[in-house]
């Protein structure tokens, strides 16, 4: 998707090692989102960023640590990887307040924890 | 609680069709529901969207329809296509800093050619 870059595509880990997640944008936005989508549950906030050092918790957090030390770039770490976590992870970005400004998401990640 | 709920969880559709996917939400200060089309192996992307002043916006063959006393909205798909056949999330969110799109879990529509 225009703007908007998650790597890796997929990547395959096992149990209990660490893993780090990339969006990077070139749209400037100020609004930058990690959900993961499992079947049955749609999409599910893990962490959001409203700037460069400002993060919050959405409802699934637990297990993940987000951080984004540059407008352009938000991580998203699994200190641990579990079989839980193995989905797909896509990242979204905002140009302002999050709802009224429609999200652009990327193509995703593709995680599978063995 | 669940605050945005779809239904039917999926849908299969005839070519030439009348696809209707319907939204109900539970929180009265929402007031920007967009609804987002997923194909596989992409990211969702914003579809249409409506604000609840309008009772119904249109976009070529898509239509959302607002009912802000039963706090539902729907998406109709007329003359619905194969390339239709996607994931589509309805989704809300209220005015206020920091803001966030609270999701639906998605339906999966099937048009049969």
């Known amino acids: 998707d225009a703007g908007i870059t998650q790597s890796p595509r997929h990547k395959v880990t096992e149990t209990g090692t660490p893993v780090t997640l990339r969006c990077h944008q070139t749209?400037?936005?100020?609004?930058m989102y990690w959900y993961r989508q499992d079947p049955g549950h749609g999409l599910r906030l893990i962490h959001y960023?409203?700037?460069?050092?400002?993060?919050d918790k959405g409802e699934v957090s637990d297990g993940y640590s987000v951080s984004r030390s540059k407008t352009e770039d938000f991580l998203l770490t699994l200190e641990s990887a579990t079989s839980s976590q193995t989905s797909v992870y896509f990242c979204?970005?905002?140009?302002?307040?999050?709802?009224?400004?429609?999200?652009?998401f990327g193509s995703g990640t593709r995680l599978t924890v063995v | 609680q669940q605050q945005v709920k779809q239904s039917p969880q999926s849908l299969i559709v005839q070519k030439g069709g009348i696809s209707i996917i319907n939204c109900a939400y539970e929180?009265?200060?929402?007031?920007?529901f967009p609804w987002y089309q997923q194909f596989p192996g992409k990211g969702p992307a914003l579809l249409i969207a409506?604000?609840?002043?309008?009772s119904e916006k249109k976009e070529g063959r898509f239509t959302i329809s607002f009912n802000k006393s039963a706090k539902q909205f729907s998406l109709h798909i007329m003359d619905s296509q194969p390339g239709d056949s996607a994931t589509y999330f309805c989704?809300?969110?209220?005015?206020?800093?920091?803001?966030?799109?609270?999701f639906g879990k998605g339906i999966t529509l099937s048009v049969r050619p």
């Open positions: 979204a970005i905002s140009e302002g307040t999050g709802g009224h400004y429609g999200y652009t």
């Open positions: 749209e400037n936005h100020r609004y």
């Open positions: 960023s409203y700037g460069v050092k400002d993060t």
């Open positions: 929180n009265t200060a929402f007031d920007y």
């Open positions: 409506i604000r609840p002043d309008v």
């Open positions: 989704a809300a969110a209220k005015s206020g800093a920091n803001s966030k799109l609270t």
